[in-house]
């Protein structure tokens, strides 16, 4: 039996376990598809990295899934990305293989000519996509179980760099741990999500919905669910009405949000949120960007109790955590340090600081990993004071009881709906511009997204201003539409010093009221 089937021990094989809104597979039928596709990538014998750009869908969680089984490490890249910029990620990440959609597919063959890549497999594509399909492709395999000795190699996840190039960051130990073997992974797999289930909900994991993208490590490490044995459902596209006939329709026992997920979903009419039944929902993780207060709090009186907050990073996994009853007694806190971890709050001058003193936030591994930046040892020495001991560029504070608020991002990075977009890449983007003499990129606050890109310019002549849709426009040539500013301002000065460095901080806070920058 496979090491999918034996996940399931003696609960029915012909009930379902994966599925989206336009298909569903059965354990029987997911089992044999997936021998197929493993055995069809094994056979191909690859030196390299398989990478999934495509939107979420049981084709794309089969392609990761067939990544993992084979011993193959997986790339998930944002499929809001240009040919251009998905051509970096293939080749800094060594990828051989390239898995795209029909949203995704002719954007994936172009990136895929630039990157020297000669296989794309498609799913639900048609003949004229110019894609070998995904049903072709698995029959090069065949029904037989695969091998599951082969070495477990951990997904290579890509998130913009200061210096305006994207890092690849492998999963650190705790989403995926050192294990001998991919059947040595399953079996980790399934005895973590059991674990987590119990502490944070006090009984076995059920159905998981994915509403976030699986290019992002969270929804992403949902496929530990179905590795260890429990169905998984996707929303193809986040809609919150959607989401919420979905947990009714599928019994949804668990889901991964951000707040912009909050914030939609309460934006409904009271009557539409009234239609659907949720009591099946046992625990809600939240993660990616703050949460304003008030949100969290009206989620907590509509789904009750049942909100864990996780606070980390893909670098590091999860380092602080709380639970709602927690968050009700220290509202705004993002928890105490897990216990891989030890928090240190450092000051001016490398000054280590007390309880409710704010500086920057760092963690000792105790593990001793810290964190690495795939080919980028600068950017590794740089989050390091000392081996081990790192931060995620975040600025706050604990209280007398160890419990954590973010004040501020040290790094200039803007979270915008959860997503990680870095100033520098737009920047660099933005000078290229002849009118524009110099730039700044900040975040400013939006209700919805809780931040937005806002793009302070200088321009060469004030004679000549170019107009915000020539500006548009020209990002949107380079940039992918998420990136691109929301709103321009044009500026005398961006407090630049003379050595070259600006003080984000400072230009964004006229923006934030209260001074706050973050959060609510």
């Known amino acids: 039996m496979s090491l999918l089937l034996a996940a399931r021990e003696a609960r029915s094989l012909d009930s379902l376990a994966l599925g989206d809104e336009a298909s569903e597979l059965s354990w029987r039928d997911l089992d044999r598809e997936l021998n197929k596709s493993v055995n069809a990538l094994l056979a191909a014998r690859i030196n390299g990295r398989i990478a999934v750009f495509a939107p979420n869908s049981v084709g794309a969680a089969l392609a990761f899934l067939t990544g993992l089984h ?94 305006g190039k994207p890092k690849g960051i492998e999963l650190p130990p705790g989403p995926f741990p050192a294990v001998n073997s991919v059947r040595d992974l399953f079996s980790a797999w399934k005895a973590a999500v059991e674990a987590e289930a119990e502490m944070l909900a006090g009984e076995p994991p059920g159905a998981q919905l994915v509403v976030g993208p699986l290019y992002h490590n969270g929804p992403l490490s949902s496929l530990r669910y179905l590795v260890g044995g429990y169905p998984l459902l996707l929303v193809r596209q986040f809609d919150a009405e ?16 951000v707040p912009t997920h909050f914030q939609r979903l309460l934006a409904l009419p009271e009557n539409v949120r009234a239609r659907y039944d949720l009591s099946s929902v046992r625990i809600v993780v939240h993660t990616g960007s703050a949460c304003p207060v008030d949100t969290k709090r009206r989620m907590i009186d509509w789904f009750g109790p049942v909100f864990v907050e996780a606070y980390g990073g893909t670098e590091s996994g999860t380092t602080n955590m709380i ?69 995620l560029g975040d600025y706050g504070y604990a209280d007398e009881d160890g419990y954590v608020y973010i004040t501020d991002r040290v790094a200039d990075m803007v979270v915008s709906g959860g997503v990680n977009i870095y100033p520098a890449e737009i920047e660099a983007v933005l000078l290229q511009h002849p009118a524009i003499a110099d730039c700044a990129v900040i975040g400013a606050p939006n209700e919805e997204m809780g931040e937005e890109v806002k793009a302070l310019v200088i321009l060469r002549d004030r004679a000549r201003t170019p107009k915000v849709e020539e500006l548009d426009q020209f990002c949107r040539s380079s940039l992918a539409g998420f990136k691109c ?27 934030w009221p209260t001074g706050r920058t973050i959060g609510g």
């Not at 293989?97 to 000519?113: C, D, H, K, W, Y």
């Not at 959607?242 to 949000?257: D, Y």
């Open 70 to 163: 084979a011993g193959v490490s997986g790339v998930p890249i944002n499929f809001h990305l240009t040919a251009q910029e998905v051509a970096y990620i293939l080749r800094d990440s060594n990828t051989s293989i390239l898995f795209v959609s029909p949203l995704t597919a002719r954007v994936g063959l172009q990136a895929a000519e630039l990157a020297g890549i000669d296989l794309v497999v498609g799913w639900e594509c048609g003949p004229d996509d110019g894609v070998v399909l995904w049903e072709e492709w698995i029959e090069t395999g065949g029904e037989a179980e695969p091998p599951s000795d082969m070495p477990a190699k951990p997904y290579l996840l890509y998130s913009s760099g200061t210096t």
């Open 242 to 257: 959607k989401v919420l006939q979905a947990i009714s329709r599928w019994r949804v026992q668990g889901m991964l949000m």
């Open 323 to 391: 639970k709602s009853d927690e968050w009700l007694l220290h509202p705004g806190s993002v928890g105490k340090a897990v216990p891989r971890f030890v928090l240190r709050v450092i000051g001016e001058g490398g000054k280590v600081l007390g309880p409710n003193e704010a500086g920057q936030l760092y963690f000792r591994d105790t593990l001793g990993l810290g964190v690495v930046y795939h080919n980028d040892p600068a950017k590794t020495r740089e989050a390091h004071i000392e081996p081990a001991v790192f931060t």
């Open 485 to 511: 500013p929301r709103s321009y301002e044009f500026v005398e000065s961006v407090g630049r010093t003379a050595m070259g460095k600006i003080n984000k901080r400072t230009l964004r806070a006229p923006y």
